[in-house]
């Protein structure tokens, strides 16, 4: 089997209301979405999805996933797609770096090969059940009042794992919001105070220690070798997501012992063939996971949702899906929603959402033969 072509579409995605994270410094209003395609020559195609969270939250963006793609295209073109080490290491030749790129491209032949094989992806990631799924609300930066009443909002809708997005220079704002949300948590629910770098180690380890709650806390400073200055020194468990882009960062993040979680998503780290490695590597240290993607439509949330889904529930925390944000619906009636805070992925092959050609406008890129 070869990649014959691959056809690139982009399709932007407005949210359905304004999003501020890291304690306001980081506003978002829309998102810009790639959708790929790779047909082969024995007419099965596999679809990817590929979405950083605007361009301000990672080193990643629309216009360049795009141009990345330019170039690894024509490299994947002629290639077996069922051969995803050799598919990968012939990207990372072609163009070092640039995982986010290289995502949906990765996506697509999984897709490929569970449709060749007739599985959905779950059991090719080696699941004999998929789990349900806890779904986490995403809690916009406010004041406290704001906050806890966007989290009892996404309570009734069965959300009962919560990331409050919090951060800044205010220390006594922070401080005052960890601990009335802790407090005001309905019986059962669990929080992540996601700071989205915003602090520098001083600031976090004032805080963490002024305050009660004991509730994990995500990506408190911007790099690795920051947070490893005062992790052992708090008393809440530390979480990391925007610090780890490759296999390289969480063993060395293990290495250091500044983590007891990890945020696994395949945009970040180069597709779900890193994300496994990735995965994997979190179940043999014992570290408690969130499994899910930078943003997208509901294709992107599914994909990665068979990894989720596939993880040992001891290792697995809850998911966000990025689609409830969204003003637009690119996949409707397909993939994995939220149905009282759970989701579950299903048993038809591949990711399990073939997306609409004509619901994504002309393609914006071909290469090879398209069909
Ligand atoms: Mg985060």
Not at 303 to 321: E, F, G, I, Q, V
Request: some cysteine.
């Amino acid at each position: 089997m070869k990649i014959s072509g691959i056809t690139v579409w982009q399709i932007e995605l407005p949210l359905s209301k304004p999003y501020w994270l890291s304690g306001g410094r980081l506003k978002f209003e829309a998102i810009d979405s790639t959708f790929v395609r790779i047909d082969t020559d024995e007419g099965i195609s596999g679809w990817g999805e590929g979405c950083p969270w605007g361009h301000t939250y990672l080193p990643a963006h629309g216009p360049g996933l795009r141009a990345a793609i330019g170039v690894l295209a024509p490299a994947l073109v002629g290639r077996d797609p069922r051969a995803l080490d050799d598919i990968n290491r012939a990207m990372d030749l072609q163009l070092p770096g640039h995982p986010y790129a290289k995502s949906p491209l990765d996506i697509a032949c999984w897709d490929i090969i569970g449709k060749m094989s007739g599985e959905p992806l779950w059991r090719l990631l080696g699941a004999e059940k998929a789990a349900a799924v806890a779904v986490n609300s995403s809690i916009s930066t406010g004041s406290p009042e704001e906050m806890i009443a966007l989290i009892h909002d996404a309570s009734a809708k069965g959300y009962r794992t919560h990331s409050a997005k919090i951060g800044g220079i205010d220390i006594t704002a922070d401080i005052e919001r960890i601990d009335a949300i802790s407090a005001a948590l309905p019986e059962g629910e669990q929080v992540t105070f996601d700071v989205n770098r915003a602090w520098t180690p001083g600031v976090a380890l004032q805080v963490l220690n002024a305050v009660s709650a004991r509730d994990w806390i995500e990506q408190p400073c911007e790099t690795l070798e920051q947070s490893a200055l005062f992790a052992s020194k708090v008393p809440q468990p530390i979480m990391l997501d925007e610090c780890l882009h490759s296999f390289q960062d969480h063993l060395e993040a293990w290495r250091v012992g500044i983590c007891q979680g990890v945020k696994v998503k395949p945009n970040r780290v180069g597709g779900l063939t890193r994300a496994r490695h990735i995965r994997d590597f979190g179940v043999s240290v014992g570290w408690q996971m969130h499994i899910e993607d930078t943003g997208g439509s509901a294709f992107a949330d599914t994909a990665t949702l068979h990894l989720a889904a596939s993880t040992p529930d001891a290792n697995r925390l809850a998911s966000w899906l990025c689609h409830a944000h969204l003003a637009i619906d690119p996949v409707p009636g397909q993939g994995a929603r939220n149905s009282a805070g759970l989701v579950r992925v299903g048993d038809a092959p591949g990711v399990g959402v073939t997306p609409d050609p004509s619901l994504l406008g002309d393609p914006v890129a071909a290469y090879g033969d398209v069909a």
